[in-house]
């Protein structure tokens, strides 16, 4: 016997009961309480499809807080033998837990329940996205059959516009996905998570309530592994930042290097540590970037932070006659009030795709970690700094 999840015909009710529940009296918003079956992974449905998607970028584990709108999508989450969900108190838990994961693993997930849920959720999305983190924020949204019906739901503010979760979150995600029809569902959800993983920035993506456990084509095989292009370095201007950046420490007589925060948005951690052991320079990291690089290599000279600094360090960072900052951040906080005693013409500053230096040119299309790793091959190590 086939198992399915409820009734299709019951899921996509078209009843225009006033007060109806936000799933139109369906059973698949888990409302019900006999225990129902659930396919497994690849069952030709969207919330099995969502489900793989995941475990294909690296999520092993979801942090959630169920709610009447999303208990079913969270059935095929639980039902993904590669899925372990993790139940959080309240929402912004759930936020900064799928916000450390994607520091530690490089993509965090989150499942929260329809504006109640997600508003409570977006402090710690807006945090992810300031930190250039990864993180796939799913909310159980309203039943697509509700949708231009001029009701009123629960969850929400008392008026039947239910674009405010949507129009709260695009400020502070790089895409969002209103998933209330399976005829592109595959393309929104598949558009969503390669967005955050490109640019390395929180999403949203809402999915109707009625709509994950439905049979549908487009979910009729197992996902095709999910594959993105590797981004590449402009060989042309990553060789002429690299020499031109060698010409200008080689002359310096005392030159240092300091980690910033976009190290790791640029996966350029092991480059930075590369070119420290290459080069021989002094180094320190900035407030921010702490965790970044080692604080036990001997070259360590402690955090940089103007006149808040580790004993000395800020001495030797602003009297080097060269200075490599890689991945910087100078803000208020930062700079100690924009206090640094730093000097443009002096400066290397390395962002995660563009190269200046000094008063000179700017060299872009190319990668942080691409242009470290060649930096080192480049520059002329020194002896017995310290």
């Avoid at 095929?76 to 929402?91: F, R, S, T």
């Amino acid at each position: 016997m086939e198992n399915i999840i409820g009734d299709v015909n019951a899921t996509i009710s078209n009843s225009n009961d006033v007060g109806s529940p936000p799933c139109q009296k369906s059973v698949n918003c888990g409302l019900q309480s006999t225990p129902v079956p659930i396919i497994g992974a690849g069952g030709g449905t969207l919330g099995s499809h969502l489900a793989r998607r995941l475990v294909q970028v690296g999520v092993r584990d979801i942090f959630t807080v169920p709610g009447d709108f999303n208990l079913t999508l969270l059935d095929y989450l639980i039902a993904e033998p590669q899925l372990k969900l993790v139940g959080c108190c309240n929402e912004l838990n759930a936020g900064y837990a799928a916000d450390g994961y994607a520091r530690s693993k490089g993509v965090g997930a989150c499942v929260v329940t329809f504006t109640v849920g997600g508003l409570s959720v977006i402090n710690a999305i807006a945090g992810a996205y300031s930190e250039n983190l990864p993180v796939v924020c799913i909310v159980g949204g309203p039943n697509s059959n509700d949708y231009g019906t001029n009701r009123i739901l629960h969850h929400t503010i008392g008026i039947p516009d239910f674009t405010q979760e949507q129009r709260c979150f695009q400020t502070v995600t790089c895409a969002q996905a209103i998933v209330k029809d399976l005829d592109d569902a595959h393309e929104l959800i598949d558009h969503a998570i390669s967005t955050a993983l490109i640019e390395s920035k929180p999403v949203y993506i809402s999915i109707s309530c009625n709509l994950p456990s439905i049979r549908h084509p487009t979910f009729s095989y197992e996902p095709v592994p999910f594959s993105l292009s590797p981004r590449l370095s402009n060989p042309n201007s990553l060789e002429a930042a690299v020499e031109m950046t060698a010409q200008f420490l080689n002359a310096a007589v005392k030159p240092v290097l300091v980690g910033g925060p976009k190290l790791r948005v640029a996966k350029a951690k092991d480059a930075f540590a590369g070119l420290v052991d290459a080069t021989g320079y002094a180094y320190a990291v900035m407030p921010s970037a702490k965790g970044q690089v080692s604080e036990t290599h001997p070259h360590f000279i402690g955090t940089y932070w103007g006149a808040v600094s580790t004993a000395f360090c800020a001495e030797i960072v602003e009297s080097a006659d060269a200075y490599l900052f890689a991945g910087p951040i100078f803000n208020d906080y930062s700079s100690v009030g924009y206090s640094l005693l730093l000097k443009k013409e002096k400066a290397v500053i390395v962002r995660p795709n563009r190269v200046t230096i000094g008063n000179g040119p700017t060299f872009g299309c190319l990668l942080m970690k691409d242009f470290l790793e060649a930096l080192a091959k480049k520059i002329e190590a020194q002896q017995n700094i310290f």
